[in-house]
């Protein structure tokens, strides 16, 4: 008795057909594209969570140089000012537009520059930078601002390979029949100005 179980010739087509047509999806983006977007969206919420860790350690710095250096009103209320309109604009990961996008940075580099002004104001009080607790939130600053450079540039580059996921044969096709997803808004760091805005604020010890 033969042990080989036989199957028919037409169901052996099928089965190839099957697994082609699989194996043509998993290629053609039916399953990439939507995946890129759920990584573009989980790097924007990263993003914008370490921008809140920033924002929340501000109070207290604030607090602690405002003990030392309480005539440098007009820096404190700057950064004080800064975070208010940087915690006010907010982006929905799900759906960013490029005008909010713009939005969103401007008030994030805004709250850089204010913070930059702070650090260097900082310098001129020698009572203040020996104290325990605003050493403590300038290292815990300088930690989350080195994080929001790695998750912005991870940010990018999720953004880069959607957007080729949906605009550059052959997913692109798949997109046009399937998704409709659009380009999403790119951060742009390229110029000399918006460089200069992001810059994070320089933290001495």
């Given at each position: 008795?033969?042990?080989?179980?036989?199957?028919?010739?037409?169901?052996?087509v099928?089965?190839?057909?099957?697994?082609?047509f699989?194996?043509?999806?998993?290629?053609?983006?039916?399953?990439s594209?939507?995946q890129?977007?759920?990584a573009?969206?989980?790097a924007?919420?990263e993003?914008?969570?370490?921008?809140?860790?920033?924002?929340?350690?501000?109070?207290?710095?604030v607090y602690?140089?405002k003990?030392?250096?309480?005539?440098?009103?007009?820096?404190?209320?700057?950064?004080?000012e800064?975070r208010?309109?940087?915690?006010?604009?907010?982006?929905?990961?799900?759906?960013?537009?490029?005008?909010?996008?713009?939005e969103?940075?401007?008030?994030?580099?805004?709250?850089?520059?204010?913070?930059?002004?702070?650090?260097?104001?900082?310098?001129?009080?020698?009572n203040?930078?020996?104290?325990?607790?605003?050493?403590?939130?300038?290292?815990?600053l300088?930690?989350?601002?080195?994080?929001?450079?790695?998750?912005?540039?991870?940010?990018?580059?999720?953004?880069?390979?959607?957007?080729n996921l949906?605009?550059v044969?052959?997913?692109?096709?798949?997109n046009m029949?399937?998704?409709?997803?659009?380009?999403m808004?790119?951060?742009?760091?390229?110029?000399v100005?918006?460089?200069?805005?992001?810059?994070?604020?320089?933290v001495?010890?």
């Amino acid at each position: 008795m033969n042990s080989w179980i036989q199957i028919p010739q037409k169901s052996l087509v099928q089965l190839a057909g099957a697994g082609f047509f699989a194996l043509a999806l998993t290629g053609c983006g039916v399953q990439s594209i939507p995946q890129a977007k759920n990584a573009t969206e989980a790097a924007t919420a990263e993003v914008t969570n370490v921008y809140k860790r920033r924002a929340d350690l501000i109070p207290n710095l604030v607090y602690v140089v405002k003990g030392y250096a309480s005539h440098e009103k007009e820096t404190l209320e700057g950064v004080v000012e800064a975070r208010a309109k940087a915690t006010a604009v907010t982006i929905d990961p799900s759906k960013t537009s490029p005008e909010k996008l713009k939005e969103f940075q401007a008030a994030q580099g805004q709250l850089s520059q204010a913070l930059g002004r702070l650090m260097v104001v900082s310098e001129n009080y020698p009572n203040l930078k020996a104290d325990t607790g605003f050493r403590d939130l300038q290292a815990q600053l300088e930690g989350t601002e080195n994080r929001i450079t790695v998750e912005r540039k991870r940010l990018i580059d999720t953004i880069n390979e959607f957007n080729n996921l949906v605009t550059v044969p052959p997913t692109s096709f798949t997109n046009m029949l399937i998704y409709h997803f659009e380009k999403m808004p790119q951060w742009d760091l390229d110029s000399v100005e918006k460089t200069k805005v992001e810059k994070a604020p320089e933290v001495k010890f």
